[in-house]
């Protein structure tokens, strides 16, 4: 069964910075494409990032491109995003998922960026 764990989320100052991590198993991980979603309040879930499945790829939604970067570690079935120079904006709630999603997705991990 699909299982993933997202964690690393808190409150942040903006300006500040925060790593998400993702656990993944239940599946052949290094065979995915990964990617990063989140959901503000009252907003649909968008995409925000992707990285192909050696890693050797990656692309972003324009509002993070170059302050959120996305890696991979497939001996570790680990997906993580580093984000930089946060805004209010990226307020929401992160999940990690294959770039076509499984379900069900995980529980997501909190972003809260406010002063």
């Known amino acids: 069964q699909v299982q993933l764990v997202e964690s690393g989320g808190g409150l942040v100052q903006p300006g500040g910075s925060l790593r998400l991590s993702c656990a993944a198993s239940?599946?052949?991980?290094?065979?995915?494409?990964m990617s990063w979603y989140r959901q503000a309040p009252g907003k649909e879930r968008e995409l925000v990032a992707t990285?192909?499945?050696?890693?050797?790829?990656?692309s972003y939604a324009d509002s993070v491109k170059g302050r959120f970067t996305i890696s991979r570690d497939n001996a570790k079935n680990a997906l993580y995003l580093q984000m930089n120079t946060l805004k209010p904006d990226d307020t929401a709630l992160y999940y990690c998922?294959?770039?076509?999603?499984?379900?069900?997705w995980g529980q997501g991990t909190q972003v809260t960026v406010s002063s």
């Open positions: 990285i192909t499945t050696a890693g050797s790829s990656t």
């Open positions: 998922n294959a770039r076509n999603p499984f379900s069900p």
């Open positions: 239940g599946f052949r991980f290094s065979w995915y494409a």
